[in-house]
């Protein structure tokens, strides 16, 4: 949910000037890895979506995840006639991708040395999105690796959160970084989502919009939780139930499990020593340069 529906309602929020309107979400969706199906499932909610197009380079892990971890997705997602699954290096397909996007999604692995996904990390990779691959309005968003705003005792910092984000920053206008915790990973985890928007939306806080990229990023992120929690309960569906009985659907605030209004608010207010650490950092991930999280 939570890599998923911030970058959705986001593209929804730029696209329109209305945001009681309920036509105005992404149709097109790009997912880089997703191998467990959790991404495109949670996608595949939103009833504007009319294509999801999912990349992943392990055919086993997604036979295996539908086997034996049906609720994360399974033959409910690789069933939808909207879902399209292409087995193979995302990083490659999208070197030689002529779709273009409203969302694109990145599920990947973490920018380590042996890893396959470092190069999806790369200002080269992020340029060639802006130019080539993102519609107007458009949403980038990947997974970050760990936010955590506190060094290990050996002193090395084994991060690439502010690096992404600092990279994110110099391909595209706005790039807005958050965090959840999640119990399983032992630490709070980061996202980053960026776009060429660069204009405020005054409806969102009622100020007035300033046509810089700082204005975008402050009232989405400080954006009142009524108006999440009202597009949440228009533009998402659960799933689950909405092919086999409808009347069994959760709506309304009970559509998601985590993510609303108030939970928006928390992940985007990112803890201070992570903020002061972000600051120091003026690593840029370029092909030449790569920056390892390990």
């Known amino acids: 949910e939570s890599l998923v529906h911030p970058a959705m309602l986001k593209y929804a929020m730029s696209t329109s000037s209305d945001s009681s309107k309920s036509n105005n979400g992404p149709r097109s969706v790009f997912i880089g890895g997703g191998g467990e199906l959790a991404t495109a499932r949670e996608v595949l909610r939103h009833k504007s979506v009319e294509r999801v197009l999912m990349v992943d380079l392990d055919e086993k892990v997604i036979e295996v995840c539908k086997e034996f971890l049906p609720e994360w997705g399974g033959e409910r997602v690789t069933n939808d006639p909207r879902f399209e699954l292409v087995i ?16 694109m999604i990145m599920d990947i692995s973490d920018p380590i040395e042996a890893g396959p996904g470092i190069m999806l990390y790369t200002q ?3 340029q060639h999105v802006v130019k080539s691959l993102l519609n107007e309005n458009g949403v980038f968003i990947t997974q970050s690796g760990i936010a955590d705003g506190i060094h290990p005792e050996s002193g090395k910092d084994c991060t690439s959160f502010a690096a992404i984000h600092n990279t994110l ?7 807005i970084p958050y965090s959840i915790n ?10 980053i989502m960026a776009g060429d928007w660069g204009h405020g939306d005054s409806r969102l806080n009622d100020s007035n919009s300033n046509n810089d990229a700082n204005a975008d990023i402050d009232s989405f992120v ?11 309960s228009r533009m998402i569906t659960d799933l689950d139930d909405a092919n086999s009985n409808r009347s069994a659907c ?17 992940m985007f207010a ?4 992570l903020r002061y650490m972000m600051k120091k950092d003026q690593r840029i991930m370029t092909k030449e340069n790569p920056v390892f999280m390990f």
């Open 88 to 103: 193979g290096d995302a990083y490659a397909y999208l070197d030689n991708c002529t779709e273009t996007f409203d969302v």
């Open 169 to 175: 920053k110099a391909s595209f206008d706005c790039a």
């Open 222 to 232: 400080s954006i009142k939780p009524k108006v999440i929690d009202d597009m949440i």
């Open 250 to 266: 959760r709506k309304n605030e009970d559509v998601l499990t985590y993510y609303d209004g108030i939970s928006h608010l928390r």
């Open 182 to 191: 999640i119990p399983s990973f032992g630490s709070d985890w980061g996202y």
């Open 124 to 126: 080269e990779f992020y």
């Open 270 to 273: 990112l803890p201070k020593p």
